[in-house]
T-cell receptor, first 113, second 111 residues
Framework: DADVTQTPRNRITKTGKRIMLECSQT?????MYWYRQDPGLGLRLIYY???????NKGEISDGYSVSRQAQAKFSLSLESAIPNQTALYFC????????????FGSGTRLTVV | KQEVTQIPAALSVPEGENLVLNCSFT??????LQWFRQDPGKGLTSLLL?????REQTSGRLNASLDKSSGRSTLYIAASQPGDSATYLC??????????FGKGTRLHILP
C-alpha cells in the first residue's frame, strides 16, 4: 500500500459543484500539505497543516477549504468548482524525523467542465 | 521572497552521458533542499535531501551538491539511461517552513 494515498485518482465535475479530495497517510507524519500543479506554473501550495489543530493558508487558498480530520487525514474541498481549478492536485507529508523531506501522493487529476 | 529557478527547462542527451541539472535560489537562509523526479501525470518521487549543514548527498548514480552561499544546487546523473527520462524538480524549505519549488527540468535520454 502507498504511504500517501489520494482519492479519487481522476474526477470530472461540473462548474458550481462541491467536490472533496481526500488524502490519507500511513507514515505517521505530523505535517500535511495540498498543492496544485499546472503546466508552466509548477507546484503551488494551497493549504498546509502542521498538526491536527493547525491549518494555514498557502499562496493560492481562495476557492478552497481544508479539514484535518485526524493526524493521518487531510481533505481538500472546492466549495463551488470553476474551470480554472482544473489541475493536478497533490497531497504531501513531512516530519521532523525525516528532516522535513517530503513524501507525495500519486495525485488527483481534476477536470471542471 | 524566495525564488527557485531551474535551468535548462528541457534537456536531451544521448544515453550513457553524464549530465548536470542546475537549481538556484535567491534566499540562502534555507532549512533543506530536496530533488524530486516526476514522470508524466504521476506523483513526485524524492531522490535526495540535503540539509543546510551538508554539502552533498549521493544515491546510486545520483549526486546532489549544495552551495548555500552562492544559492546553488546541482544534480549530477552518471551514465544516463533511457529510464532516467522524467522531469526533475528542486525544492527549498526556508526557515519559515515554507517550501518553494522550481518549475523543473524536463530530461530526455536518447537511446
Amino acid at each position: 500500500d502507498a504511504d500517501v494515498t489520494q482519492t479519487p485518482r481522476n474526477r470530472i465535475t461540473k462548474t458550481g459543484k462541491r467536490i472533496m479530495l481526500e488524502c490519507s497517510q500511513t507514515k505517521g507524519h505530523d505535517r500535511m500539505y495540498w498543492y496544485r500543479q499546472d503546466p508552466g506554473l509548477g507546484l503551488r501550495l494551497i493549504y498546509y497543516s502542521f498538526d491536527v489543530k493547525d491549518i494555514n493558508k498557502g499562496e493560492i487558498s481562495d476557492g478552497y477549504s481544508v479539514s484535518r480530520q485526524a493526524q493521518a487525514k487531510f481533505s481538500l474541498s472546492l466549495e463551488s468548482a470553476i474551470p480554472n481549478q482544473t489541475a493536478l492536485y497533490f497531497c504531501a507529508t513531512s516530519d521532523l524525523a525525516t528532516n522535513y523531506g517530503y513524501t507525495f501522493g500519486s495525485g488527483t487529476r481534476l477536470t471542471v467542465v | 521572497k524566495q525564488e527557485v529557478t531551474q535551468i535548462p527547462a528541457a534537456l536531451s542527451v544521448p544515453e550513457g552521458e553524464n549530465l548536470v541539472l542546475n537549481c538556484s535560489f535567491t534566499d540562502s537562509a534555507i532549512y533543506n533542499l530536496q530533488w524530486f523526479r516526476q514522470d508524466p501525470g504521476k506523483g513526485l518521487t524524492s531522490l535526495l535531501l540535503i540539509q543546510s549543514s551538508q554539502r552533498e548527498q549521493t544515491s546510486g548514480r545520483l549526486n546532489a551538491s549544495l552551495d548555500k552561499s552562492s544559492g546553488r544546487s546541482t544534480l549530477y546523473i552518471a551514465a544516463s539511461q533511457p529510464g532516467d527520462s522524467a522531469t526533475y524538480l528542486c525544492a527549498v524549505t526556508g526557515r519559515d517552513d515554507k517550501i518553494i519549488f522550481g518549475k523543473g527540468t524536463r530530461l530526455h535520454i536518447l537511446p
